[in-house]
T-cell receptor
């Protein structure tokens, strides 16, 4: 049973516009969420995170929103740039999971068109 | 600063062969992790080591063993490789707790 779901396998956005990547989760014990970005033939790199005590966290062009009642989070990238083209993974953890194990979604491939 | 280094980058094995994947980090991190990523799937945790001297099973441990050799190194061993273990394997390290994990560039393993 998939506990972290990214229902859009791919997304195309024009350069300069907003990219919105979505993630849903089913385990109500999750209390910490992260987004990772992955380029081909490289490992994932950490992008931004949010704790369940917050509903928004911002870092430059990247903002993550958390809606706990809907068990939904989203990553906004504004403005989108061609270098943002990558696969984005949503991940979740909770303090009860040994060493804060991460559960990943399947990823969304973002293509930013110049 | 190398970060997390995985060797080898590519490997082809025959069914039944054994192999050890190596991982080393130079960030003085306490925790280390092994994941596998299959096509169209997210990363799944195989084993992790919260600190030197400890190891624990993750979501998909069957067919694998690990060794936390010291604080820097965490190896993953396939004793008798099976085609179902064809995957990309990622090693990661982190300070532990809520701190983000840092990933290596992966080992692409094919088992024929």
């Amino acid at each position: 049973d998939q506990q972290v779901k990214q229902n859009s396998p791919s997304l195309s956005v024009q350069e300069g516009r907003i990219s919105i990547l979505n993630c849903d989760y089913t385990n109500s014990m999750f209390d910490y969420f992260l987004w990772y970005k992955k380029y081909p033939a490289e490992g994932p790199t950490f992008l931004i995170s949010i704790s369940s005590i917050k509903d928004k966290n911002e870092d430059g062009r990247f903002t993550v929103f958390l809606n706990k009642s809907a068990k939904h989070l989203s990553l906004h990238i504004v403005p989108s740039q061609p270098g943002d083209s990558a696969v984005y993974f949503c991940a979740a953890s909770y303090s009860g999971a040994g060493s804060y194990q991460l559960t990943f979604g399947k990823g969304t491939k973002l293509s930013v068109i110049p | 600063n190398a970060g997390v280094t995985q060797t080898p980058k590519f490997q082809v094995l025959k069914t039944g062969q054994s192999m050890t994947l190596q991982c080393a980090q130079d960030m003085n991190h306490n925790s280390m992790y092994w994941y596998r990523q299959d096509p169209g799937m997210g990363l799944r945790l195989i084993y992790y080591s919260a600190s030197e001297g400890t190891t624990d099973k993750g979501e998909v441990p069957n067919g694998y063993n690990v060794s936390r050799l010291n604080k820097r190194e965490f190896s993953l061993r396939l004793e008798s490789a099976a085609p179902s273990q064809t995957s990309v394997y990622f090693c990661a390290s982190g300070k532990g707790g809520r701190q983000p994990q840092h990933f290596g560039d992966g080992t692409r393993l094919s088992i024929l």
